[in-house]
């Protein structure tokens, strides 16, 4: 059973504007979360991450937002650039230590286009 | 340098063959990973290693076994190979407190 479900499997935005990825999770036992992006032939490449006891965390021109009472987070790009353009993918852990694996989404493919 | 570095990139195979995969990272994290995505490009958790002791094995046929002579490798061993074991498979490390770093993955295809 997917646990964590990216509902978006594409998103086209323009150069400049703000791109917003959506995730949503089931199990209330996640308590950190974590974006990465991936390029074709690549592995994914971690980006930003939340702990449970925040609701926003910012690092330059990427932003990610917690909603646990909803289960949702979203991570925003402004303003988003071509060089964005990859597959998303968000993912869940129910610890922040290490050894405990990562929950993935299927991923997001954005297109940010000049 | 490459952090975490996998060989091969590529490999192409016949079924029933037995293959490895080597995963090496020198970023003196403690714990490595073995991650499957398949072809609905959904990337899920095999196996875990935390100094060489294996603390998650999700339900993975036995055909497949990991082995890490040390904390900076964690290899994966995969007997008689199967169609449906046709993926992309991606080794990771982690810290103790931080995100896992990925390699750029090993295609395997089985004919």
């Known amino acids: 059973d997917q646990q964590v479900k990216q509902n978006s499997p594409s998103l086209s935005v323009q150069e400049g504007r703000i791109s917003i990825l959506n995730c949503d999770y089931t199990n209330s036992m996640f308590d950190y979360f974590l974006w990465y992006k991936k390029y074709p032939a690549e592995g994914p490449t971690f980006l930003i991450s939340i702990s449970s006891i925040k609701d926003k965390n910012e690092d330059g021109r990427f932003t990610v937002f917690l909603n646990k009472s909803a289960k949702h987070l979203s991570l925003h790009i402004v303003p988003s650039q071509p060089g964005d353009s990859a597959v998303y993918f968000c993912?869940?852990?129910?610890?922040?230590?290490?050894?405990?694996?990562?929950?993935f989404g299927k991923g997001t493919s954005l297109l940010v286009t000049p | 340098d490459t952090a975490v570095s996998q060989t091969p990139k590529y490999l192409v195979t016949q079924m029933g063959n037995d293959k490895s995969i080597k995963c090496e990272q020198n970023l003196g994290h403690d714990t490595m990973y073995w991650y499957k995505q398949d072809s609905k490009k959904f990337l899920k958790i095999m196996f875990s290693?935390?100094?060489?002791?294996?603390?998650i094995n999700e339900t993975v046929p036995n055909r497949f076994s990991p082995k890490s002579p040390d904390k900076a490798h964690l290899n994966l061993h995969i007997n008689s190979l199967e169609l449906g074991d046709s993926a992309v498979y991606f080794c990771a490390s982690s810290p103790s407190l931080g995100p896992q770093h990925f390699g750029d993955g090993t295609r395997l295809s089985i004919l």
């Open positions: 993912a869940a852990k129910k610890n922040s230590n290490s050894g405990y694996a990562l929950n």
């Open positions: 290693y935390n100094n060489k002791e294996l603390i």
